[in-house]
């Protein structure tokens, strides 16, 4: 039985790969709205491709479908809020909650409250529909929500969302059961991205990472009890108030001088 389920966690990891390039592949001869609606220019003068972070959500959707459809939908939502940021808040350059909400109070909202207030309300859905009882179902949707703006909040320089979603997924590869094959699901996306997201020649944008993170949060809620999501909760929760300082070290990490990224895209969350 552990062996079937392994062999199916090492299927989940290839057809989410295969999805995931084949989805940016189509896109970049389709590219609706033109090619220059899909790509954006690093501080290096370099154009970089967007197609990978919707090609990243369909794939995590699809092969998220399934294992639980409750975590489709919060992949598709993550994505969704994750795309109009990207559209909407492209020029905005506040950052992190204390920004968004102070602006709220003020009256104004800003493309990164709606974002937020969405994925939330995506992860507590997906929390409600994955757990029985109230308080494993709120710790659930924290876990999600949580884990989509963490993958966001490294996504500061080329593969550091794609590579903190591998890192972080790896462990759950040896799980049996449903939670490894979301697992594989996630890493397999993360994979298929990273050469292309290394080297400057596609982003996950917000799409892209906010989707990946809600799988990964997923993947931890379904393989977890009350004492995992617990201190899961509290990971993502502290990491969403020390968030500048999150970004701060993922941008650091692995530099070799000046690092280039997306102008206005990279690390907003």
């Known amino acids: 039985m552990i062996i079937r389920r392994s062999g199916g966690g090492r ?13 940016a592949a189509v896109l970049r001869t389709a590219a609706p709205g033109g090619p220059a609606r899909w790509e954006r220019t690093n501080f290096a003068g370099r ?5 990978a972070g919707p090609a990243a959500v369909l794939a995590a959707a699809l092969g998220a479908a399934r294992v639980r459809p409750a975590v489709a939908g919060a992949v ?21 909650f204390r920004a968004h909400l102070g602006a709220l109070r003020q009256g104004e909202v800003t493309s990164g409250t709606v974002k937020l207030g969405g994925i939330c309300a995506a992860g ?22 949580g884990a989509a703006h963490f993958v966001n909040l490294v996504d500061v320089r080329p593969g550091r969302a794609a590579g903190a979603v591998l890192a972080l997924g790896a462990p759950g590869l040896l799980r049996a ?6 697992a594989a699901v996630a890493t397999g996306v993360a994979a298929a991205v990273l050469p292309d997201d290394l080297g400057e020649r596609a982003m996950l944008g917000d799409t892209g990472a906010h989707a990946l993170g809600a799988l ?5 809620v379904v393989g977890s009890g009350r004492p995992g999501l617990v201190a899961h909760a509290a ?12 970004s701060r070290v993922a941008r650091r ?9 997306c102008v206005g895209r990279r690390g907003r969350p």
């Open 11 to 23: 299927a989940a990891f290839a057809v989410a790969a295969g999805l995931t390039r084949a989805g």
């Open 76 to 96: 598709l939502a993550a994505g969704a809020c994750g795309a109009y940021d990207d559209l909407v808040g492209a020029g905005d350059p506040r950052r992190g």
């Open 253 to 261: 990490s692995g530099a070799r001088g000046r690092a280039p990224v």
């Open 216 to 220: 990964l949060g997923a993947a931890v």
């Open 177 to 182: 059961g449903p939670a490894g094959e979301l």
């Open 47 to 51: 154009t970089v491709e967007l197609y």
């Open 124 to 145: 507590l859905l997906a929390g409600s529909l994955l757990k029985e009882r109230p308080l494993d179902r709120l710790l659930a949707g924290v876990v999600i929500a």
């Open 235 to 246: 990971a993502v929760v502290g990491a969403a108030v020390c968030g500048e300082w999150v």
